[in-house]
């Protein structure tokens, strides 16, 4: 289906919306802030709500999905990864065992993004059909 | 006599520039053998009717009588002159800061070339117009919120005149110490924040991020959806990349590990290996791994097919665009080139200069020796991975340094790509996550291991006083900072930019249709051919499989 009218709409909705938000927040401590705050995000939920509506418009794609569990994995052990070197920083006051602590967060880090993030992109890939 | 007055003039006029007033006392007092000597030399100042005559040798242009006066009853004063010097240094390094982002701006014309020449003719208007288009989603998004999350606590740069309208930063107390999270002034760039100041340093940093967002493009070029590129844009503009930079550039908790924790000076990076590049690199990561590897790179077994691009003199001429404009990127990141050490800003130029040379070296040699050709596109990627790896580094080392960091670096990208392609089954048409991801983060930690501890900005770095050393030259505890840095990256910078693109894909899906993808994206995407009059020859079968194929 690709580029479409219905598309470029709900785009400028979204770009509306939020500057409008943008507004809202930066004048907040006014009375107009804060309706900018609400009527921007009242759009950007609205383009939001039109990019789900559209998105079947765009037809068949050549990805068949990859399963949720495996990419919730990968995304926490990232994360978890970066809570492990900070903490590890509070763990230790000496530069090697906070060496240690970092390196170790780094390699909890790359499981997912390079482990479990691939390995989910994988399982059900185009090629393999 | 003479010399006594002279050099009781430049005493007086030293004391008072070390004293650093921003209001230097006006001199109504009684008159001193200073202010004599400035009206002797005002005196002498070639009267109007000579510079009438011309001046061919440039002997008589910028004389005494060139410095504003503020008080005409009273005439030049040693106060005027003190604040034409300073107004002078704060208008060579707006001048630097401003030539320096404009030289920057330049190179999404080098990215566009190169990521364009590095997909198929199909594709070209499609990818060039991404290049195009995220340079205004960028601009947009940090006018209305990115800069005030990034900067808007960073006053205090003197180099540009303290920004003091940028004195806001949220902060949190945790584990007894206070760190920065993100600046709240700079919305709009409106209130406080109209100054001459900020606008410099806006420019500056706006070309830096979307230098960023325009990695990204690379690595989902081809099979990328405008719109949720657009509104990712818009986002990573707003939110993912503002928030990186106040940590490492805004004053936020990476730049406290020094003051903090006592980990070198803290997080350094000085032009942006690990804030623009490695930024855009683990983005691109992430976006390439939810929308998926284009139809045709790899066949059933896994193994992967070379797509080639169409045009390989763009991608090497944009790649000297994006050396030249990286003589923006790092030189300028001293913020100016009069003060607190700036004149390094040659020692920095030299060093990007010799890691682009010894990355090419680094790429194309690999690719001989091991592949027996010196495979131009990764010679290309070579020079970017050189140049990548020395702009965090390119303030703290020597030469010799240099040159190393970009060899390895060369060397880096080639086997960082055939790890992307034939291990994790990642489609990167350009290597943009190798170039700027793998490349950026080893940037990161380069500075922890190679930085000399001979550059000198001001006498201290993040607040932390003395200049920044690695482990090669005695401090680890730099290296420590560096690797919290790349943590942060790998962890909270990926795993945010995957949940925040996995979103979008939810809402507006991230790729194309597979009959739009076999097509090429010029047409349905964007109405028209990059190249019309180009006669298309044929594809291999494995890349033209319908639509019903590949989504069998």
Known sequence: MAATKSQGRSFSLFIVGITAAAIGVASFSSGIGKLALIGGLVMLAASFGLFLKIKPEEGEVADKGQPAVMRVAGVLAAFLGWVIVLFGLNLSTTVSGRMVTTIIGIAVSLVGALALLPAAANKNPIWKA | ?552
């Open chain 2, 1 to 552: 006599m003479k010399i006594f007055r002279i050099a009781s003039a430049t005493c007086a006029l030293a004391v008072l520039l070390l004293a650093g007033a921003g209001t230097v006392a006006r001199a109504d007092a009684a008159p001193s053998a200073s202010a004599a000597e400035l009206k002797d030399a005002a005196s002498k100042a070639p009267t109007t009717s000579t510079l009438a005559a011309g001046d061919p040798g440039g002997a008589i242009t910028g004389t005494v009588s060139d410095v504003p006066v503020s008080d005409a009853k009273v005439g030049l004063t040693l106060g005027d002159v003190a604040n034409q010097v300073g107004q002078n240094k704060i208008g060579i390094n707006f001048t630097w800061t401003l030539l320096c982002g404009f030289l920057v701006m330049f190179m999404q014309a080098g990215f566009a070339m190169v990521e364009s020449g590095l997909c198929r003719v199909k594709n070209a208007n499609h990818t060039y117009m991404m290049n195009f288009f995220v340079y205004g989603c960028g601009l947009f998004a940090y006018w209305i919120l990115g800069f005030a999350i990034q900067m808007g606590g960073a006053a205090g740069s003197g180099n540009l005149g303290g920004l003091q309208p940028l004195a806001s930063e949220h902060t949190l107390s945790l584990f007894g110490k206070t760190w920065g999270v993100f600046g709240q002034t700079g919305m709009f760039l409106s209130g406080h924040s109209y100054d001459v100041g900020v606008m410099v340093i806006f420019l500056f940093q706006m070309v830096f991020m979307d230098t960023a967002l325009t990695i990204v493009t690379g690595a989902c070029a081809e099979r990328w959806k405008f719109l949720t590129f657009s509104v990712s844009s818009v986002l990573m503009g707003a939110i993912t990349y503002p928030l990186f930079a106040n940590w490492a550039w805004g004053g936020g908790w990476l730049a406290q590990l020094g003051s903090n924790m006592g980990l070198g000076k803290g997080y350094a990076d000085f032009a942006g290996s690990g804030v623009v590049h490695a930024v855009g690199g683990v983005t691109a990561l992430a976006c390439a791994l939810i929308v998926g590897p284009r139809i045709g790179k790899f066949n059933r077994d896994g193994s992967a097919n070379a797509i080639l691009g169409h045009d390989i003199s763009a991608v090497l001429i944009g790649c000297f665009i994006l050396a030249f404009g990286w003589f923006g990127f790092n030189p300028g990141s001293t913020l100016g080139a009069s003060g607190a050490g700036c004149l390094r800003i040659g020692s920095v130029a030299v060093n990007t200069m010799l890691a682009g040379c010894t990355g090419t070296f680094g790429a194309l040699l690999y690719m001989w020796v091991m592949k027996g050709k010196p495979d131009a596109s990764m010679s290309a990627n070579g020079l970017l991975a050189g140049l990548v790896a020395i702009t965090a580094p390119s303030g703290f080392v020597n030469p010799i340094s240099s040159g190393i960091i970009g060899l390895i670096a060369g060397v880096l990208v080639c086997v960082s790509v055939a790890f992307v392609e034939n291990t994790l089954k990642i489609d990167d048409p350009v290597g943009a996550i190798s170039v700027h991801g793998a490349c950026g983060l080893f940037g990161v930690i380069s500075v922890g291991l190679f930085a000399d501890g001979k550059s000198n900005y001001g006498g201290a770095w993040n607040g932390v006083t003395g200049s920044v050393t690695g482990l090669f030259y005695g401090d680890a505890s730099q290296l420590v900072a560096q690797l919290v840095g790349v943590s942060t990256l790998v962890g909270f910078v990926f795993g945010f930019s995957y949940a925040l693109n996995w979103v979008l894909d939810i809402f507006l899906g991230q790729r194309v249709s597979a009959e739009s993808e076999v097509a090429g994206l010029d047409l349905p995407e964007m109405g028209q051919l990059g190249y019309p009059e180009f006669v298309f020859t044929p594809e291999p079968a494995f890349m033209t499989a319908t639509p019903q194929a590949a989504v069998a």
